[in-house]
């Protein structure tokens, strides 16, 4: 008996959330967390929108997953990506500076 796509996501996405919580609540910082907490964080729901399109599209560009792809230089993508990060914050800077004279 299978499944529908939606109805696997979320065991998927369950299966996540109480493996991170477990992470959580046997951590060693002492504390409990309430995860049975409803209250949402906008910026955190927005993020993970963002990825999930990114993800998407991702998909559509490379014809793979992350998780599938196991061909690409990942530690060369990631300094790549800082790289282009360091340049943006260098960018931001400047226009600091620029509206700061």
Not at 17 to 32: M, P, T, V, W
Not at 43 to 64: A, M
Request: proline share 0%; charged share 40%.
């Amino acid at each position: 008996m299978g499944c529908s796509k939606k109805k696997f996501e979320d065991m998927q996405e369950e299966e996540a959330y109480e493996r991170q919580k477990a992470i959580f609540q046997n951590g060693n910082d002492g504390l409990h967390y309430d995860f049975d907490y409803k209250k949402k964080d906008a910026i955190v729901e927005n993020l993970k929108k963002e990825f999930d399109i990114r993800s998407k599209i991702g998909i559509k560009k490379y014809n793979t997953t992350l998780e599938e792809n196991n061909n690409d230089d990942f530690l060369q993508h990631l300094k790549e990506e800082l790289m282009d990060a360091c340049l943006y914050i260098t960018k931001l800077q400047s226009k600091i500076n620029k509206l700061n004279k």
